[in-house]
Structure formats: C-alpha cells, structure tokens
C-alpha cells in the first residue's frame, strides 16, 4: 500500500495496492474497501477501483498536515493498516525562494535584497578579535610548576 500527498494544506491523497494470492499471482476482481482516519476524527471510506491487474486505487481529498491513518479490508488477505506521517522535513526541500517574503524581511531589518559582497564587507564598526587562551594558560601552569620546584628544593626561609 502507498500514499502520496503534498505536506501542507487539504490535498489529493492516492492509496494504491496491490494484491498476490499465495502463489504469486495477482489477484483480480476484488472490490477493497480504503478507510482514511485523520488524527482530528474525520473518516473517508471509498471502494478502489483496479487500474491493472492486481492493482487498486482511490484517492481521497484530506488534510495532508494531519497523520492519516489508511486501513484496506477486503483485499486477499488480512486486513491492513499504515499510519502515514507528514514529512517535517518538507521545508528543507529544494524549491524557488519566496522573494515576496525576503523583501518583507529585508525592509523589515534595514537590510537589502541582493546585495553585492562589496557592500556586505564595508563596515564602519570595530569588530572582536578572538585570541586562543590556552597560551597564556600554559605559560601560567609552567611558572607555577618552576615556582613549586623552586620552594621545595632552595631553602630560602630556613636557616643552616
């Protein structure tokens, strides 16, 4: 069984299945019943048409930003069931920048909207330099270990 759906919005969603008898061989003429449950109650039933042999599908128009939970009874076999998640990584996919909203942003922040690298590298303000610390941390701990050395082995306060 397999879902496709778009991962905002109400979308189309296609449930496809196929079906085998015990030997391999696809099953046919059988009439699946496709219940869609949605994670806020809502449920869809439908029967799946064959589009070849052993194939089935139907689609349902849903809520694609919910879990869809898909149960099929009536194919060969036991029922099934599969619960489909909305991808949280959909943002992260490649697709065209929204300008509208990054001009938005740029006006928003005093910036500018394709800016060239020279006009981004002029500053006026004094920035920090970083330093590492563990030179002078190094330094301490080896002064410290020629003072420890040099209490123990010169008498200095004692007398002879």
């Given at each position: 069984?397999?879902?496709?759906a ?7 969603v ?11 061989a ?8 496709v ?11 439908r ?5 070849l ?8 128009v849903?809520?694609?930003?919910q ?6 009874d009536?194919?060969?076999g ?18 065209p ?19 060239d690298?020279?006009a ?10 970083r ?11 080896l002064?410290?270990?020629?003072g420890?050395?040099?209490?123990r ?5 004692e007398?002879?």
């Open positions: 069984m397999a879902a496709g778009a991962s905002n919005g109400v979308r189309p296609t449930v496809a299945i196929e079906s085998r008898d015990a030997h391999g696809y099953a046919d003429r059988l009439k699946p019943n219940t869609v449950r949605a994670a806020d109650g809502t449920t869809a039933s029967v799946a048409r064959q589009v042999p052993g194939r089935y599908e139907t689609s349902f849903v809520d694609a930003t879990a869809l939970t898909i149960s099929v009536g194919a060969s036991a029922p099934a069931s599969r619960l489909v998640i909305p991808d949280p990584a959909a943002e992260y996919r490649f697709r920048a929204d300008r509208e909203a990054l001009e938005s942003i740029a006006s928003a922040t005093g910036g500018a909207l394709g800016a690298a020279e981004i590298r002029r500053t006026t303000e004094p920035t920090a330099a330093r590492a610390l563990w030179p002078f941390l190094v330094l301490l701990a002064a410290g270990f020629l420890d050395i040099l209490l082995r010169i008498r200095v306060f007398t002879a």
